[in-house]
Every structure is written in structure tokens, then in C-alpha cells.
């Protein structure tokens, strides 16, 4: 039998997300600092995810038990931005990759149909019409 203890490993489960800007930590940080870094990480700025919060809650899209709207918005928005790894966003928020996984598809969910497609989504070629820019 092996003695766990005096092979360094901890008799106790270590905590695995440990950060100081876990869950909804960060984004206050970002809604409430420069508006620069919300528009680099998320890609929208603050006044944008404030209406894109407030027009998911009009549509009655709410805050789970554990994770608010605007942190399931803002794991979207990351991950789109980011294009990381489930494993790397559940760091970011300190959330389980089941956890982040379920909140990103749920938003892909919401943002693939009506009214939000038509809304905050645009398409390059969305008509034969468009043309390429000829810097492009």
C-alpha cells in the first residue's frame, strides 16, 4: 500500500480554481476599467454588452442559480474572441469545462435564432451586392 502523504501527494483534494478574479470578478473589472480592455477581451464595449444583457433579459433569458447572465454572455463573447480551449475559458472564470461548455452553447443557442440572428449578426456577403473591400 502505498503512503500518499510521504509521496508528496496531499491526503486532502487541493482546490483547482483558486484565482482572485474568479467567476464575476473579472468582468466588473471590465466593465468598470478602461474601455479598451472590455473591447479587446470581449470584443464589444461595455455600452454594447449592456444592451446585449438587457435585450437577452427583455427576450426572457435569466441568470442561472449559480451563473449570472452577464457572466454566460461574457464566457461567449470570450470564447469567441479568444477562440481558446473549454479548458483555458474555465480557468479564465474559474468555472468547470461542463459548466462553460453548457453556458457557450446555450448562447450559440440564443444568438442563432430570431431576434438576436438579425440583430448582432452580420454576414460579409449578405447580399450579391457586396463587394469585397480592395484592401481585402
Known amino acids: 500500500m502505498v503512503n500518499l502523504v510521504s509521496e508528496g501527494i496531499p491526503k486532502d483534494p487541493q482546490p483547482y480554481h ?8 473579472w468582468l466588473v473589472e471590465l466593465i468598470l476599467g478602461h474601455p479598451d480592455h472590455i473591447h ?18 427583455n427576450h426572457g433569458h435569466r441568470s442561472s442559480k449559480h451563473v449570472s447572465l452577464e457572466e454566460q454572455l461574457t464566457i461567449f463573447l470570450y470564447t469567441c474572441v479568444t ?9 479564465r472564470f474559474q468555472r468547470s469545462n461542463d459548466t462553460v461548455s453548457k453556458y457557450f452553447w446555450k448562447m450559440v443557442a440564443i444568438f442563432a ?20 473591400h480592395p484592401y481585402i
Open 18 to 25: 483558486t484565482s482572485a478574479l474568479s467567476r464575476e470578478a
Open 40 to 57: 479587446c477581451e470581449l470584443g464589444v464595449s461595455a455600452c454594447v454588452f449592456k444592451e446585449i444583457t438587457l435585450n437577452l433579459q
Open 113 to 132: 435564432s430570431e431576434p438576436f440572428y438579425s440583430k448582432y449578426i452580420s454576414l460579409l456577403f449578405a447580399s450579391s451586392a457586396t463587394t469585397v
Open 83 to 91: 477562440g481558446l480551449p473549454t479548458r483555458h475559458i474555465g480557468e
